[in-house]
């Protein structure tokens, strides 16, 4: 039987609240990650890998319904919604600094209570991904300080 203390649990209000600012915690960190890959606990890195692909199968059936219905919502919404694709170059030092940014940026919209929220604000869901589009550099590993 899996427990809270064990980090092998996936807590019902994360999957209740669409993932909406519950931190997974692992490693001491306390924002939402999708991989558990840096986690000490084999039980904790399991549940976060379970937790990413949930978010991730979520948000694609999301997107899809959005796309097969979007000529039905009004062009304002049209216009506002929708994915955006960039190239970067950075190093992962920047590419934290840029992910606390766009967390302290989304939670200026998060507003879950609805006297925070202006008239006419609905709820939207927000993906970052960050993906290497690189290969692994067995030098860069093998100079790694040992966890």
């Not at 915690?25 to 549940?47: I, K, L, M, V, Y």
């Not at 199968?57 to 955006?84: F, H, Q, V």
Request: hydrophobic letters at 35%; one cysteine or more; proline letters at 10%.
């Amino acid at each position: 039987m899996s427990s809270p203390a064990d980090g092998d649990f996936i807590p019902a209000a994360i999957m209740k609240h669409s993932f909406r600012n519950y931190p997974f915690r692992c490693a001491g960190q306390s924002r939402f990650r999708t991989h558990g890959a840096d986690c000490p606990r084999p039980a904790a890195a399991r549940g976060g890998r379970l937790l990413s692909e949930s978010v991730h199968a979520s948000a694609e059936e999301l997107g899809e319904g959005y796309r097969d219905r979007e000529s039905e919502y009004p062009a304002r919404w049209r216009s506002a919604l929708g994915t955006s694709y960039d190239v970067l170059h950075a190093t992962p030092e920047e590419l934290m600094t840029l992910q606390r940014r766009l967390i302290g940026l989304f939670g200026e919209y998060r507003r879950l209570s609805r006297d925070e929220r202006p008239p006419g604000a609905r709820r939207v869901r927000a993906r970052v991904g960050l993906i290497p589009w690189f290969e692994p550099d067995p030098a860069e590993l093998a100079a790694a300080p040992p966890r």
